[in-house]
């Protein structure tokens, strides 16, 4: 500070009167908008950024299953696609469904109550264990029991990991369905399927009342006493060609494909399969159970 005047007060006093120096000001405490223009002018200083997040969800694999239905009180297969990852459960989930109207009306059916329900499905050592709700074993007499076990199982074991099922009603254990008593007291396999409901050989391709030309390609799944089984074509009561075909041999059901060739004019035809075997007639013998698939022949 500068001094501006002195005055004498006396000997012990005196008075000093001094000059205020300029205050030291910071412009950013007494003028914000000086050095902030931001505070000012928000549009001209802040840039708003707008992220946009876009979901990609993965398609849902389908994978291609055959559901068992009955076409003349035998087993019959038809195709379906069912979405992952619980393959299983959603080709059981398909089968309970029921046919189609285009699968009704190529005589499919099935024995399977409508509106039965899969309660749970687990899989665990290559058993399933399948928990239907109490529908599944309404009404019905023998066929009809075998049947409906016969669909679930065969639908069931067309995986590489499952070799066997286990029923369960409203989560109990099952040893008798229904008031037909069909004994379930253990796990049930394709070989306890009972043989007149198979034959032997199941035709997944072609459908019956299919338009075909040839070569005939025949596909589907066999379990024959020796492994090999004929495949024959007739038209107007005659037989026009004979194939051998090759599937698993008895106990082991085995895809087979074949090519059949025809020499025959066009018009209808049948396509005529079964097991073969040279099994004697015997209580371990299976029956022979003739598959015949009407079809239409064209050049």
Known sequence: ATPLAIDWLGPEKIQVMYRPEPATTDPASTDPAATDPAST????????????TTTTTAPVALVDVKLYFLRDEQLATVHRDVAGPSVLRATLDALLS???????AADLVTAVPS????????LADGTATVDLDANYESGGGTLSMTARVAQVVFTATQFDNVDAVVFRLEGEPVDFLGGEGIVLDGPQTRSTVERSL?????????WPGDTVSSPITVTGEGDVFEADFPIEVWADGVLITRTIAFAGAWGDWADFE?????????????LITYDSSGCSEGPDCPPTVPKVIPLTLTD
Do not use: F, R, Y
């Open 198 to 206: 198979t034959g032997g050989v199941i035709v997944d391709t072609p």
């Open 258 to 270: 074949a090519t059949v060739e025809v020499d025959a004019p066009p018009g209808p035809i049948e």
């Open 115 to 122: 509106g039965t329900t899969l309660l749970d499905v687990a």
């Open 41 to 52: 002018d928000p549009v001209a200083t802040t840039t708003t950024t707008t992220t946009t």
């Open 98 to 104: 029921g046919p189609t109207p285009d699968e009704l």
